[in-house]
T-cell receptor, first 112, second 115 residues
Framework: AQKVTQAQTEISVVEKEDVTLDCVYE???????LFWYKQPPSGELVFLIR??????QNEISGRYSWNFRKSTSSFNFTITASQVVDSAVYFC?????????FGAGTQVVVTP | EAQVTQNPRYLITVTGKKLTVTCSQN?????MSWYRQDPGLGLRQIYY???????DKGDVPEGYKVSRKEKRNFPLILESPSPNQTSLYFC??????????????FGEGSRLTVL
């Protein structure tokens, strides 16, 4: 069975601090897909990134970066120089052949 | 505009009264799925469909039914709603049936309360 663990329930930072969100997954599939989504207070789900299991390249997009390590089954997400607009719940998800499991989410609170 | 549309967005109903939450996408996507979001549990997959007339159970299918008669529509049916189905529901779609390309587009959510 697939499983996604986001052990951090809530992270509070002051603006401009960096914040790293952990995501650990379990799967027996050799081909799978990992996602990160942002859910701001308004409630919609905003796509951030998708990574295939055979592509371990790290990625940077502006202030966001992702570290994918198959050896530790982790797909961590870092926000550099956080801003108040980054306050949201962030979900990590694991998918394979239509099935998709989400972690419980990490609430990020950025204060000015 | 590319979008996933859910209706209704908000609904209060009573135990046992059948209801349907509609989901429609205009992107010609093969894959569609339903999730419920509950505090502390994240999103949990209810059902998914990789093509017309093909549906499969997710992690929490009990109490729900779905159908995929047309590519664009994937309604979620609660035959006899119960209070434990009070939740925020999201529909999503993706181009690839196996989720192997592209992103998963989500609807805006439907908040359902069962009294």
């Amino acid at each position: 069975a697939q499983k996604v663990t986001q052990a951090q329930t809530e992270i509070s930072v002051v603006e401009k601090e960096d914040v790293t969100l952990d995501c650990v997954y379990e799967t027996r599939d050799t081909t799978y897909y990992l996602f990160w989504y942002k859910q701001p207070p308004s409630g919609e789900l905003v796509f951030l990134i998708r990574r295939n299991s055979f592509d371990e390249q790290n990625e940077i997009s502006g202030r966001y970066s992702w570290n994918f390590r198959k050896s530790t089954s982790s797909f961590n997400f870092t926000i550099t120089a956080s801003q108040v607009v980054d306050s949201a719940v962030y979900f990590c998800a694991l998918g394979s052949w239509g099935k998709l499991q989400f972690g419980a989410g990490t609430q990020v609170v950025v204060t000015p | 505009e590319a979008q996933v549309t859910q209706n209704p967005r908000y609904l209060i109903t009573v135990t046992g009264k059948k209801l349907t939450v509609t989901c429609s996408q205009n992107m010609n996507h093969e894959y569609m799925s339903w999730y419920r979001q509950d505090p502390g549990l994240g999103l949990r997959q209810i059902y998914y469909s990789m093509n017309v007339e093909v549906t499969d159970k997710g992690d929490v299918p009990e109490g729900y039914k779905v159908s995929r008669k047309e590519k664009r529509n994937f309604p979620l049916i609660l035959e006899s709603p119960s209070p434990n189905q009070t939740s925020l529901y999201f529909c999503a779609s993706s181009l690839s049936p196996g989720l192997d390309t592209g992103e998963l587009f989500f609807g805006e959510g439907s908040r359902l309360t069962v009294l």
